[in-house]
């Protein structure tokens, strides 16, 4: 199996920058894709990024441009850079890992709070 736990949420005043990290730990090799997800108040779970088994990387339209998701060498950390933060991004933010061991399956973090003021 995999456990993620995240790191770095905050609180920020609009125009300021966070970086978020997730922390993998267990099977990371059985690992084929990690994503960022939030969810406001009141909203769903949204997407935010999302970097494939095939290495690429897909926004949310809207934080393409602002957010940047990578990942370490060594496959066990994954970040987000969150640069010209707005209100309308505070959310509770979550990471997600899929992963294959004999089957499908894939797993949340706990997440971590991001608040932006204005």
């Known amino acids: 199996q995999v456990h993620l736990v995240e790191s770095g949420g905050g609180l920020v005043q609009a125009g300021g920058s966070l970086r978020l990290s997730c922390a993998a730990s267990?099977?990371?090799?059985?690992?084929?894709?990690m994503g960022w997800y939030r969810q406001a108040p009141g909203e769903r779970r949204e997407q935010v990024a999302v970097i494939t088994s095939e290495q690429t990387t897909v926004y949310a339209e809207s934080v393409k441009g602002r957010f940047t998701a990578s990942r370490d060498n060594a496959g066990n950390t994954f970040y987000l850079q969150m640069n010209m933060l707005k209100p309308e991004d505070t959310a509770v933010y979550y990471c997600?890992?899929?992963?294959?061991?004999?089957?499908?399956?894939?797993?949340w973090g706990q997440g971590t709070q991001v608040t932006v003021s204005s």
């Open positions: 997600n890992a899929e992963y294959y061991i004999d089957y499908w399956a894939e797993t």
């Open positions: 267990g099977a990371i090799n059985s690992i084929k894709a």
